[in-house]
């Protein structure tokens, strides 16, 4: 089994258990804290939001957040995403709504394929989060 020799030691099931609750990435409260001091009220649209476990985050903190994700990485065996949190979507809706350039861009963990690259090349706006 693929788990068994990704996670030696783990118990069965701990990655999907992890992945559920936390995503490719936990958000821990430090992080959400510089997110909301460097943003302020500027806003951040995060692409690649996977089931959306930042943008519930960022939202009880105040922030502003639009969130998408094209659905086209998501791990399996995770929930999918709360169309209340994250709307369906990849960097075009950067050229679809120039509004958007207005916010921060949040990129959490993207896919090791050109989804990064093709985010910062559409986005126009001031500060990118990493």
Partial sequence: ????????GAARGAREAYLRD???????????QSIEKCV??????????????WARALRRRGLDVRAFDDLSALPTGGP?????????GNQDVLAENPQLHRRALLLVFPDPGPM???????????RVLF
Avoid: F, K, W
């Fill in 116 to 126: 990064a690259a093709s985010c910062l090349a559409a986005y126009h706006g001031s």
């Fill in 40 to 53: 302020g009220r500027q806003g951040v649209v995060e692409l690649g939001a996977g089931v959306g476990h």
């Fill in 1 to 8: 089994r693929v788990e068994e020799l990704l996670y030696p």
């Fill in 80 to 88: 999918a995403p709360d169309p209340r949190l994250v709307e369906e």
């Fill in 22 to 32: 936390h995503g490719c990435s936990a958000c821990t409260p430090a992080a959400v």
